[in-house]
């Protein structure tokens, strides 16, 4: 598994509740901008349309040596379908209904030569959670200095 991406937001913002593991359509020359590294997942956000389900605001430089010039500029932060079994999108499109919830991208990952983002359903936090969040991870870096 190598890591490509990482929301390392996400886990401050949102309090994780169930995570899925999807893949990803991207076009040729995405496909060899996400392998050189040119893919950011930190301002993005998931939603279910059409029993599909779309990640939307993921960045993907655009590819230097592409060969259809006529594109350039207009797929940076487009829609991109996510892959997921229709049991899944069923369930995710329920929870987000009833709870009021969110899909987060929270890492994307080369999983034998396949493209994969981890997402997770969740649900935001308040401030004083985020403090709390921040005291603990405080603490426990005292802690571990201390031993």
Do not use: W
Request: one cysteine or more; a positive charge.
């Amino acid at each position: 598994m190598k890591l490509v991406a990482e929301n390392k937001r996400a886990r401050f913002e949102y309090e994780l509740l169930e995570t899925y593991e999807a893949g990803i359509v991207l076009t040729g020359d995405e496909i060899k901008a996400v392998r050189l590294g040119h893919f950011s997942i930190n301002d993005c956000y998931g939603f279910v349309k059409d029993d599909e389900c779309f990640l939307r605001n993921s960045y993907i430089k655009e590819y230097a040596n592409s060969f259809d010039a006529g594109r350039q500029g207009e797929t940076t932060r487009r829609d991109r379908k996510l892959l997921l079994h229709k049991q899944e999108i069923e369930k995710i499109k329920k929870r987000i209904a009833e709870d009021h919830l969110t899909i987060v991208p929270t890492k994307a990952y080369f999983s034998d030569s396949n493209l994969k983002v981890e997402i997770a359903v969740a649900r935001g936090k308040k401030l004083y959670d985020k403090r709390e969040t921040i005291k603990n991870r405080e603490l426990d870096r005292k802690s571990r200095f201390y031993d």
